[in-house]
């Protein structure tokens, strides 16, 4: 007959001490226990998962939670296990389990599914390290605690890690060759039947024990229907219900966070910090951005004008009226301009003004005749003319 229970489901660590004080054949009993163990457990991702530690002065995890879900595969790994000897670092392996074997990552299941936690350690030497405080702390998180004792194991050591009551979580056996006797001890303790591990409940999700009786629950996301079995989606994205910044959105059961435009997702994936939109390849302005309030405007340098399309520039006439300071001629230079005069004015030193020239004095005495007779000539050309205006 299957001697397999229908136990309640749990997330179980074997924790086994495989120091120089067990011979290689005693280990091999351990061995042998692991596996009738293993036998007994409604084994399945989701009824009962194990997980298998060995330690002495170091520890190794030989497989965590998440591994293996059928009695076949972890029966193999179970026999490939080798001894690790020296030394007995009992709190050492807790601490371990409990940082490294229960976590969500490495298999074990959510707080909200209300799976025991259960470790069985098998030790047949006295710890050499501080277990009593390391044990303390693991059940105080939730953690249960067997003690197995073999041969020379030291009692109080065995009662000061387990839990309580002690007469249900301390076992002790003379021998490694008797060890598989408590097989029976523990299926009693564990194959308690209830209806969520028969499978009869009718929860669509997530069945509580109550006693003889029984509740349903649903995965986080989830809320239960008025009919106390079947759940629905919540909306995580209701006010209240998440942590998003700035927007929401849902996401099959779950939710991410997002931002507004002109604004970037955090690294904690739920804050926004607003974004430099003029930064390079967020823009399309063809020469200057400018950032304004979580959106940007377009600009030209100095000489260009911003055409009708507010993207693009062209250069500017800088000599068109209003556009100059010259008080004559503006003469275009490029993209910028200089200042000139009309004929008979010079430009003055403010390179902006003009006045008119004035005619140099400095004139030879050849020329100075010449100015006097061309003078002289006017003077009888008006005269004879003055004379026949008479006439």
Known sequence: ADTACKNRPLDLVFIVDSSRSVRPEEFEKVKIFLSEMIDTLDVGERTTRVAVMNYASTVKVEFP??????????????????????????????????????????????????????????????????????????????????????????????????????????FYVETYGVIEKLTSRFRETFCAVNVCALGTHGCQQVCVSNGASHLCDCYEGYT??????????????????????????????????????????????????????????????????????RSYSCGCYEGYTLNPDKKTCSAADVCAPGRHDCEQVCVRDGLSYTCDCHHGYTLNPDRKTCSRAIMSSLVTTEESCK?????????SVTSRLEALSTK
């Open 371 to 379: 100015c006097e007779a061309i003078i002289a000539l006017q003077d």
């Open 65 to 170: 939670l998440r591994t293996y879900f059928d009695k076949a595969s972890m029966k193999e790994a179970v026999s490939r296990i080798e001894p690790l000897s020296a030394g007995t670092m009992t709190g050492l392996a807790i601490q371990t389990a409990v940082d490294e074997i229960f976590t969500e990552e490495m298999g074990t299941r959510p707080a909200t599914f209300n799976i025991p936690k259960v470790v069985i350690v098998v030790t047949d030497g006295r710890p050499q390290d501080r277990v009593q405080d390391v044990a303390a702390s693991a059940r105080k998180a939730g953690i249960e605690i067997y003690a197995v004792g073999v041969d020379r194991a030291d009692m109080q050591s065995l009662r000061i890690m387990a839990s309580e009551p002690l007469d249900e979580h301390v």
């Open 224 to 293: 239960l229907n008025p009919d106390k079995r079947t759940c629905s989606a919540v909306d995580l994205c209701a006010p209240g219900r998440h942590e998003c910044d700035q927007i929401c959105v849902s996401n099959n059961g779950s939710y991410v966070c997002d931002c507004y435009e002109g604004y970037t997702l955090n690294p904690d994936k739920k804050t926004c910090s607003a974004m430099d939109m003029c930064a390079p390849g967020r823009h399309d302005c063809a020469q200057v951005c400018l950032s304004n309030d």
